[in-house]
């Protein structure tokens, strides 16, 4: 049941049928086998393969590297139908999407023949990694550092935090600080492709000085992992920097920078398909549901809360899709990314929370839906920057912008 979706005519037929293709996929394979994965907070394998085949881990990957070549627009609406489905499997799409992004806006040819024709497939797949354990948003307090020991080879060590995908994926797009000294201090971080073992939870031999700890267990997002990271002694060749030693080397700040920016826009994307899914849940069940002789979709507060709801779905798809627009038109999006995604994610929190309220007591059951959502919703209001950054980082960028 779609409520609330966009006019046709805002869509070309190929996204159409591409979001038309995914929307089906989510309602036959990842609403059904959602309740499972997240109970037993194991891995979606199935689910991954079958994404696979669909080509969605290549799908902003140019043609000639064996993806899809759609753009930011059309992989923020993928990403609100599987979300719509479960905000874990747009997870493991996610990480992967911000790895081929910082490829293929900053790797060298050299990195992008050798990586994106097989992250297109999903052969291999990506991570990336700012957090650790003693910073959040802070990113320039980074630690994990790296020290170039011989001419082609540089190793490092530190502790990173926080990483979906940190376990099943192969690449992890990491930033570290190069130069301790560097002044502006944001010149002296450089991102690094850290290769590893998929599925290997402490890496010897050809990945020796990398392990991953067991998944930290959470109140929801699951079935997806999210671990952490420890170098120790990790050796990553002077040509895995992100776009090469000479051009990359104390870029890594501005490079993660310009990635979340799109980074905030998917996650935007996965506040909308929440929000959509609570609201399906919500006009279903109270039109099921009576109460004093009558469904409580007829009472009056029931309705106010279905209204709210449906108005900020809509509201928000719009800013997100207007986010993805401007990138796509090669715009600065910063301010516009980052309202898509405060708005989303809080637009999220609260529809899922509506819900939960109309389903009352049968939505603190594991039974319904909705008690899923419930758990999920929170990490929007936290991944990508909390509400609280994208406030700051809101409130400096219009001040730039109409500077006296």
């Known amino acids: 049941m779609a409520i609330a979706t966009p006019s046709a005519s805002d869509y070309t037929d190929e996204q159409k049928a591409i979001i038309e293709m995914v929307r089906q996929f989510a309602d036959e394979q990842i609403i059904p086998n959602a309740e499972h994965y997240d109970s037993t907070d194991t891995y979606p394998e199935p689910i991954i393969e079958q994404l696979k085949e669909l080509g969605l881990f290549g799908i902003t990957i140019p043609e000639e590297y ?10 923020c609406m993928v990403v609100e139908e599987l979300s719509r489905g479960w905000i874990s499997i747009s997870g493991a799409i996610n990480t992967h999407f911000i790895g081929t992004y910082l490829l293929m806006k900053f790797g ?3 990195q992008k023949q050798n990586y994106l024709p097989r992250m297109a497939t999903g052969e291999i797949r990506a991570a990336f990694s700012l957090s650790e354990p003693e910073l959040g948003s802070d990113v320039q307090a980074i630690k994990t550092a790296a020290k170039k020991i011989d001419d082609a080879t540089y190793e490092i060590n530190g502790q990173k935090m926080w990483v979906t995908n940190g376990l099943m994926s192969d690449l992890v797009f990491v930033l570290v ?5 560097a002044q502006p201090r944001h010149k002296g971080f450089t991102c690094f492709i850290a290769e590893k073992e998929g599925g290997v939870s402490e890496n010897t031999g050809k990945y020796a000085g990398l392990t991953v700890p067991p998944k930290l267990k959470k109140m929801g997002y699951k079935g997806v992992e999210s671990t952490e990271l420890v170098f120790d002694g990790y050796k990553c060749p002077a040509d895995n920097i992100l776009g ?3 051009a990359g080397l104390g870029q890594g700040f501005s490079q993660m920078m310009d990635a979340l920016e799109v980074g905030r826009a998917n996650v935007a994307a996965r506040g909308v398909g929440i929000a959509q899914r609570a609201l399906e849940l919500a006009l279903r069940y109270s039109q099921e549901r009576k109460t004093f002789g009558k469904p409580i979709c007829e009472h009056q507060a029931v309705q106010f809360k279905l209204a709210d709801m449906a108005t900020q779905v809509d509201a928000a798809r719009m800013m997100t899709l207007r986010a993805a627009r401007m990138k796509d038109a090669g715009e600065r999006s910063d301010l516009e990314a980052g309202m898509a995604k405060l708005f989303a994610s809080e637009a999220g929190r609260f529809c899922v929370e509506e819900s939960f309220r109309i389903h009352g007591g049968y939505g603190y059951s594991k039974e319904y839906e909705i008690e899923r959502l419930y758990r999920d919703a929170p990490l929007l209001l936290i991944g990508e920057g909390t509400s609280e950054i994208q406030r700051m980082v809101i409130g400096k960028k219009l001040l730039q912008r109409h500077k006296i």
């Open 66 to 75: 064996g993806g899809l070549g759609l753009d930011l627009t059309t992989y």
């Open 177 to 181: 600080k190069t130069d301790p000294d």
């Open 244 to 246: 090469g030693e000479d």
């Open 108 to 110: 060298t040819d050299a």
